[in-house]
């Protein structure tokens, strides 16, 4: 099985900060990486498939980049409704298996 | 546009069968090229990859729950559905119901709600 891993697992930052989540993978898989947000109580959402290709209705501020086994998702500038968890996903190989998630606070 | 709802009981005893069904709205289940799964998430924890099922019946699952999960799917409902045999606590969890486009490098594009379901007797 594919190994995920996050780094961080939390980060504090404040509206209008430039934050990169960074996803490594335990053997290359492609470009077969795809980013989620979660906020509480709520299923997560699509931001990221592909490694680079922003989601329908996504704002462009997410942005991601990366293949083979490392990955990063930027988003240029923090807004008050990005505070919430995300998570990195293979879709490489099956289980399809995601990060331990990289909860993002206010500062 | 499609959506995804989840639906089952919220209680399940230990040792007994966890069965949850997911019904597709908007769009029929058999078009276009996607596979269906089922992921879950403790709470408080992270999201775990419980399997997927294309429409014509084949079938992925994780192996760490691979001798207990069974993930059918019925055409003429635009249902599919899950069954977890011989749960514990530890299967206690919000379960959410997914579609995967293979066009967008199978990705999680849409999910529903989720549902808990609490393992206890």
């Known amino acids: 099985d594919i190994q995920m891993t996050q780094s961080p697992s939390s980060l504090s930052a404040s509206v209008g900060d430039r934050v990169t989540i960074t996803c490594r993978a335990s053997?290359?898989?492609?470009?077969?990486l795809n980013w989620y947000q979660q906020k509480p109580g709520k299923a997560p959402k699509l931001l990221i498939y592909a490694a680079s290709s922003l989601q329908s209705g996504v704002p462009s501020r997410f942005s991601g980049s990366g293949s083979g086994t490392d990955f990063t998702l930027t988003i240029s500038s923090l807004q008050p409704e990005d505070f919430a968890t995300y998570y990195c996903q293979q879709s490489y190989s099956t289980p399809h298996s995601f990060g331990q998630g990289t909860k993002l606070e206010i500062k | 546009q499609v959506q995804l709802q989840e639906s089952g009981p919220g209680l399940v005893k230990p040792s007994q069968t966890l069965s949850l069904t997911c019904t597709v709205s908007g769009g029929s289940i058999s078009s276009g090229s996607y596979y269906w799964s089922w992921i879950r998430q403790p709470a408080g924890k992270g999201l775990e990859w419980i399997g997927r099922i294309y429409t014509s019946g084949s079938t992925n699952y994780n192996p760490s729950l691979k001798s207990r999960v069974t993930i059918s799917v019925d055409t003429s409902k635009n249902q599919f559905s899950l069954k977890l045999s011989s749960v514990t606590a530890a299967d206690t969890a919000v379960y959410y119901c997914a579609r995967v486009d293979t066009a967008m490098g199978d990705a999680f594009d849409i999910w529903g709600q989720g549902t808990m379901v609490t393992v206890s007797s």
């Open positions: 053997q290359s898989i492609s470009s077969y």
